[in-house]
């Protein structure tokens, strides 16, 4: 479970009776499991980064925005889980190896973020762990979450 949550990065889900833009956050998501197992990886890839908690906190829960050891931050997550190329460039089989391990409702979110956030931009690794998060995060704002 510890690689999958890395290999989507964070951006699991569930279908909830949400209003259009409403984030959700409760007791059960993002689910705090998941975050147990997230945080040892995170609180090394921040150390590594320098990257402020409320930066992070930001792009969870509010907008995007730039930010140079944020976008590091991302890099450095999907390295740690091994599901990137040393460019950077996701390995998507490996991802796909960790959605198919969760029910259809997780699977449904997943794939569709997978699907839509196949060519990543940028001109070095942390430019495109960025590209990839920016994209789950608009094509899903509701379950994004970035821990």
């Given at each position: 479970?510890?690689?999958?949550?890395?290999?989507?990065?964070?951006?699991?889900?569930?279908?909830?009776?949400?209003?259009?833009?409403?984030?959700?956050?409760?007791?059960?998501?993002?689910?705090?499991?998941?975050?147990?197992?997230?945080?040892?990886?995170?609180?090394?890839?921040?150390?590594?980064?320098?990257?402020?908690?409320?930066?992070?906190?930001?792009?969870?829960?509010?907008?995007?925005?730039?930010?140079?050891?944020?976008?590091?931050?991302?890099?450095?997550?999907?390295?740690?889980?091994?599901?990137?190329?040393?460019?950077?460039?996701?390995?998507?089989?490996?991802?796909?190896?960790?959605?198919?391990?969760?029910d259809?409702?997780?699977?449904?979110?997943?794939?569709?973020?997978?699907?839509?956030?196949?060519?990543?931009?940028?001109?070095?690794?942390?430019e495109?762990?960025?590209?990839?998060?920016?994209?789950?995060k608009?094509?899903?704002?509701?379950?994004?979450?970035?821990?």
């Amino acid at each position: 479970m510890k690689v999958f949550v890395s290999s989507l990065f964070l951006v699991i889900l569930s279908l909830s009776e949400l209003e259009a833009g409403e984030l959700r956050r409760d007791d059960k998501w993002p689910p705090p499991e998941l975050l147990v197992a997230l945080k040892p990886v995170g609180s090394k890839c921040q150390e590594q980064t320098g990257v402020t908690n409320e930066a992070i906190k930001e792009f969870s829960d509010g907008e995007v925005h730039e930010d140079r050891a944020l976008k590091c931050y991302m890099s450095c997550l999907f390295h740690e889980f091994n599901v990137v190329d040393d460019n950077g460039d996701p390995h998507f089989e490996k991802i796909q190896t960790h959605v198919d391990r969760f029910d259809e409702e997780i699977r449904h979110i997943a794939n569709k973020l997978v699907a839509a956030c196949q060519n990543p931009q940028g001109q070095d690794k942390c430019e495109r762990a960025f590209s990839i998060h920016k994209c789950w995060k608009t094509t899903d704002p509701k379950h994004y979450f970035l821990a």
